[in-house]
């Protein structure tokens, strides 16, 4: 399973409340790529694929595909603001390790 923070959650539902096509939640996946081997993508969605994993929170969906929820099970995403830098986050326990810059994991 994928949990969110309260702080994800507003994020998200900011983003699909921003938005002038009707979205119903959010995609979560993994992709091969980044300096580590795999590299997280979240994207608005409209609605389902066939095979993926639905999850429902208050108010919106997150979808994730079998393959991306091989890495994904157990991931907690956050959304995190600094002076700096803002964005989602990922402590997924599947990850081995990570690039210094933490966009990319293996496992």
Not at 34 to 51: D, N, P, T
Not at 75 to 87: H, R
């Amino acid at each position: 399973m994928i949990s969110l923070t309260d702080a994800a959650e507003g994020k998200i539902r900011e983003f699909l409340q921003a938005q002038d096509v009707s979205y119903s939640g959010i995609r979560v996946a993994v992709e091969a790529g980044g300096c580590s081997g795999f590299e997280y993508r979240i994207k608005l969605e409209s609605e389902a694929q066939k095979e993926d994993l639905v999850i429902e929170h208050d108010g919106f969906r997150v979808f994730v595909d079998e393959q991306s929820m091989l890495y994904l099970d157990g991931t907690q995403i956050d959304f995190v603001a600094s002076p700096t830098e803002s964005g989602f986050s990922f402590k997924n326990p599947n990850a081995t390790g990570s690039c210094g810059c933490g966009e990319s994991f293996h496992v």
